[in-house]
């Protein structure tokens, strides 16, 4: 298997873009998170999903984020207008067995 | 409180030697897994062990072993025979039954540098 794969692995953008991040997890994982790591707050989770629907979006910071997951194999986290705080790593993670999560490589944000 | 403490911002090891990565968690549930994941300088996370609260015994995986002391609520890392691969962040998870019991929280993270 590829593994988790996200796109893309490195955004640069400008203050009030709206920004995309994609992920593909692994076939046959019916859990998916998304995670955002920085600095100041390190590896936080933002939201997961069970067959498909969100189960728990505590994490999102506010409403300028944004994640669907239109089928089992991809999910988009969306942030719209983007923000020069928003700058992080975002991990997008499945998992089929809850002992273990895999990890894609992660989208290094930029945000000017 | 903080769920996860890792109270070792940074350690070094010289090659060869053993190395002990601190953390102890907070819950009041009584079931509750605890994950180890490295990040080398590359970014990616690795996941390296896992430990249930009801596993009797502590758990191994190659050079690593999960030292699981629940009265203490700890759970520390060992790593056997350090390698110079192994210079890294580590971090150390808890999953337990707040947020469907699939959130899992991280701790701060242990930078790890092995010294040839």
């Known amino acids: 298997d590829a593994g988790v794969i996200q796109s893309p692995r490195h955004e640069v953008t400008e203050m009030g873009q709206e920004v995309t991040l994609r992920c593909k997890p692994i076939s046959g994982h019916d859990y998916l998170f998304w995670y955002r790591q920085t600095m100041m707050r390190g590896l936080e989770l933002l939201i997961y999903?069970?067959?498909?629907?969100?189960?728990?979006d505590s994490g999102m910071p506010e409403d300028r984020f944004s994640a669907k997951m239109p089928n089992a194999s991809f999910s988009t986290l969306k942030i719209q207008p983007s923000e020069p705080r928003d700058s992080a790593v975002y991990f997008c993670?499945?998992?089929?067995?809850?002992?273990?999560?895999?990890f894609g490589p992660g989208t290094r944000l930029t945000v000017l | 409180a903080q769920k996860i403490t890792q109270t070792q911002p940074g350690m070094f090891v010289q090659e060869k030697e053993a190395v002990t990565l601190d953390c102890t968690y907070d819950t009041s549930d009584q079931s509750y897994g605890l994950f180890w994941y490295k990040q080398p300088s590359s970014g990616e996370m690795i996941f390296l062990i896992y430990?249930?609260?009801?596993?009797?015994q502590n758990a191994t995986e190659g050079r690593y072993s999960l030292n699981f002391q629940k009265a203490r609520k700890s759970a520390n890392l060992v790593i056997s025979a350090s390698q110079l691969g192994d210079s890294a962040m580590y971090f150390c998870a808890m999953r337990d039954q707040s947020g469907g019991y699939q959130k899992v929280t991280f701790g701060t993270g242990t930078k790890l540098q092995v010294i040839p």
């Open positions: 999903f069970n067959n498909n629907v969100p189960i728990d």
């Open positions: 430990q249930g609260s009801y596993d009797e």
């Open positions: 993670a499945s998992s089929l067995d809850v002992n273990e999560q895999f």
